[in-house]
């Protein structure tokens, strides 16, 4: 079978990818979606815990800046598809779109599988053919001079004009991510930087996060200093089994993975509990609560401002009688309170692995491809697109709108290439 363009995974990149291919300037150029799953964006029902981040509602040089030292290459991007035109587009797909306090945009319906819906739905009605249950084991080009290729796969061996490779990264490979897309760019020459995790739990030294697995701390700032850097994020915070994730900790974990796993080192860190009260507020709020609550334990005054399992090991952990009346504590056990609710000390020993990670740090070297087409700089008529890549923003809407916008500029133009090479 014959195709303009071929694309290899079904993710949110390959999805978009293979719309705007199809639909390229009304041509339905013949496009194919190899996806190794049955189904399509596996991993994308899962984002945001199932509402799906979609994107985060800010300017592009804003969006682009949370990509850091890749933030030109991203912008290229955008430029080609916003997070407003994502808006857009779902709005005229019928999935109308909120934008959170914190900038973050879900779906009003909070459902990700409707917005993997809309895009296959739009998929197949712009004549995308899906090949399901059929990993491409293999890509070689046939052609030098004209670019045609070969993909194989479990349903036999294809033949593409253009190939976008969207496989995505290493993280959550029981959803299909399992680096393929590295081992098919290498054998082309590109250079894989190492994929690492990024944005993922973090493993404490101290155990007592462990017996409050689950809980939740809403409006937290975790801080530290190290290489000469202060460093901090904020958000909230979940403590885990082996110590803290949520997002804040997620994000933090971006500036701080490299280091932990090049020099086996800790990382002393200490967490503000409320990032939005300063210390002289959170005292007055403190005083206040006695004041009202005269017969409430420690223990129990502290669960008005914290969940209640926190209040109790809080107490327990940095040794605060959590049974005895509030306010009958002493000032200066007072004031020792309050600074550890501002700089809760914790050391972080590692990070949890790669498949547990939202995403992966590293991937396809962004030196080797054209950030206005995505193109392979090494292999003309070759292009990438999503997590595949070396790129990887932060927590709130940042990746999965790389994602759409990369996958919908690699279609376009490798439709468009596809579309000038049939001419001669
Ligand atoms: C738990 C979790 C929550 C997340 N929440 C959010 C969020 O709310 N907002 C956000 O912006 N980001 C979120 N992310 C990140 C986001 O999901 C990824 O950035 C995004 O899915 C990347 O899209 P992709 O298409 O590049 O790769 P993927 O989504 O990984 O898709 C790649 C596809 O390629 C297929 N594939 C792989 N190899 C082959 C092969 N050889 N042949 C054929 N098919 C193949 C896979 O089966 C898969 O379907 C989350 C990630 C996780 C793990």
């Known amino acids: 079978m014959e195709s303009d363009v071929s694309i290899i995974g079904a993710g949110p990149a390959g999805l978009m990818a293979a719309i705007f291919a199809?639909?390229?300037?009304?041509?339905?150029?013949?496009?194919?979606?190899?996806?190794?799953?049955?189904?399509?964006?596996?991993?994308?029902?899962?984002?945001?815990?199932?509402?799906?981040?979609?994107?985060?509602?800010?300017?592009?040089?804003?969006?682009?800046?949370?990509?850091?030292?890749k933030q030109r290459f991203v912008q290229h991007c955008l430029y080609e598809f916003s997070p407003q035109d994502l808006r857009k587009f779902f709005a005229d797909s019928g999935l109308s779109t909120k934008v959170q306090e914190d900038g973050c945009v879900f779906p009003v319906s909070e459902k990700s599988s409707d917005v993997r819906e809309v895009l296959v739905a739009r998929a197949n009605r712009a004549g995308v053919q899906f090949l399901y249950g059929s990993p491409a084991a293999n890509i070689e080009k046939i052609d030098k001079k004209d670019s045609v290729f070969t993909i194989s796969s479990g349903k036999g061996t294809f033949v593409s004009k253009k190939v976008i490779i969207a496989t995505g990264g290493l993280?959550?490979?029981?959803?299909?991510?399992?680096?393929?897309?590295?081992?098919?760019?290498q054998r082309f020459g590109h250079t894989i930087i190492e994929p690492k995790a990024a944005l993922v739990p973090l493993i404490t030294r101290e155990d007592w996060p462990d017996q409050l697995a689950g809980t939740t701390l809403s409006d937290i700032k975790i801080m530290a200093t190290f290489e000469n850097k202060k460093i901090n994020s904020s958000g909230s915070l979940v403590f885990t089994q082996d110590g803290i994730g949520g997002p804040a900790v997620l994000d933090f974990s971006r500036l701080i993975t490299n280091y932990l796993s090049a020099n086996g080192k800790s990382i002393a860190v200490s967490i503000d509990t409320l990032a939005n009260t300063n210390e002289a507020e959170l005292e007055k709020r403190f005083l206040k609560l006695c004041e009202?609550?005269?017969?409430?334990?420690l223990k129990g005054l502290l669960a008005l401002?914290?969940?209640?399992?926190?209040?109790?090991?809080?107490?327990?952990?940095?040794?605060?009688d959590g049974n005895k009346i509030a306010r009958q504590l002493e000032k200066s056990e007072r004031k020792k309170l309050i600074k550890l609710l501002k700089v809760l000390p914790l050391t972080i020993t590692a990070a949890r692995p790669v498949e547990e990670a939202t995403i992966?740090?590293?991937?396809?070297?962004?030196?080797?491809?054209?950030p206005k087409t995505m193109e392979s700089l090494v292999c003309p008529g070759l292009y990438f697109a999503g997590e595949v890549i070396d790129i990887d923003g932060p927590c709130g809407g940042f990746n999965l709108q790389f994602a759409f916008s990369s996958g919908i500029l690699a279609g376009k133009s490798a439709a468009e290439s596809a579309i000038e090479s049939n001419r001669f």
């Open 360 to 370: 992966t740090h590293g991937g396809v070297s962004t030196d080797e491809i054209n």
């Open 305 to 320: 401002l914290y969940p209640q399992r926190f209040a109790a090991t809080f107490c327990e952990r940095f040794s605060f």
């Open 22 to 69: 199809a639909e390229f300037r009304q041509r339905r150029t013949k496009t194919i979606i190899f996806e190794a799953n049955t189904a399509a964006g596996r991993k994308l029902l899962l984002t945001g815990g199932g509402r799906c981040n979609i994107t985060h509602d800010c300017d592009i040089k804003d969006f682009a800046r949370a990509f850091g030292e």
């Open 171 to 185: 993280s959550y490979p029981q959803t299909g991510s399992t680096g393929d897309g590295y081992r098919l760019a």
């Open 292 to 297: 009202q609550n005269p017969k409430k334990t």
